[in-house]
């Protein structure tokens, strides 16, 4: 019982800008001491930690709390996959065990397309040689590109966050999910059940609401490439780590017992090597 994708932080208000003043709940420290306990009530025997901050002090910050707690399986982390020394730089990372991915923040690129660039394809064809995994963290407008980026890396383990952030408030469906299909037939490609409750209306979301799309990517992906992931903090700005949780475990009820302990832990531990 894994969950594949929180965040820690020490609050601070010019780096973490995007908590805005909708956000109070988590505009404060969060550290593995505030999440322990939590996984623990709820039967999580550990998690992976993403970056939340675009910076290399990012990453430090998270393998040194992964090396001070045990519960911390596996860390994504930030570098500037741009960089001409992109290779050195992951040279130096590959030394760290725990350190088991990238992501890049993508959503919040003007360039719908940047998944495209070749300076940044570049720099995702040096994660192969060290054997990194990459995060895609994008909105269903950037979902096109995406599917023709990750035909691009067929042997890459690759996996797309929080669903690629469906509007759950409209329920408008069609286009993201013909996207998602069509990026799942590349069977490197798996895709985590996360940050659902922050896409809907933060105080009145409802199960039903998801049930839909949730459909789609398990029919897409199938249960061996789908993975629980609270986004713990984030999570808290509409809903209890426990409410998380029992979004998809009441959904994955209807799974076999194998398909289901996949989904709530086992995928992620072959996924990122853990």
């Known amino acids: 019982m894994l969950d594949a994708h929180q965040h820690f932080w020490q609050y601070n208000p010019i780096r973490d800008a995007w908590i805005d003043d909708s956000m109070p709940v988590i505009r404060k420290d969060f550290f593995p001491e505030h999440l322990e306990p939590v996984l623990a009530e709820n039967g999580m025997e ?3 930690a993403v970056q939340a901050d675009q910076s290399e002090a990012e990453t430090a910050f998270l393998l040194e709390l992964s090396d001070r707690h045990a519960f911390i399986r596996g860390v994504v982390g930030w570098t500037d996959l741009r960089a001409a020394d992109v290779e050195e730089r992951l040279a130096t990372y590959a030394q760290h065990p725990k350190l088991k991915g990238f992501r890049h923040i993508v959503q919040a690129e003007p360039d719908t397309d940047f998944l495209l660039r070749e300076d940044f394809c570049r720099g995702i064809r040096a994660l192969a040689k060290f054997n990194f995994s990459y995060d895609i963290l994008v909105y269903p407008k950037q ?6 980026f990750v035909k691009q890396f067929p042997e890459h383990r690759l996996v797309i966050d929080h669903m690629a952030k469906p509007d759950f408030k409209t329920g408008d ?5 013909a996207h998602m299909r069509e990026i ?6 798996y895709c985590k059940l996360s940050g659902l409750v922050t896409e809907a209306n933060w105080h009145h979301w409802k199960q039903e609401q998801f049930t839909p799309f949730l459909d789609v990517v398990l029919e897409a ?5 789908l993975m629980f992931g609270s986004d713990w903090p984030v999570c808290l700005l509409a809903a209890s780590y426990q409410e998380v949780k029992e979004i998809v475990t009441s959904y994955i009820s209807r799974l076999t017992t194998t398909e289901q302990h996949q989904i709530m832990g086992g995928n992620a531990v072959s996924f990122y090597h853990l």
């Open 184 to 189: 799942a037939s590349s069977p490197n490609v």
């Open 173 to 177: 469906i069609t286009a993201w999910a």
């Open 46 to 48: 550990g998690c992976v």
């Open 143 to 148: 979902l096109a590109a995406t599917a023709i």
């Open 221 to 225: 992906f199938g249960p061996n490439r």
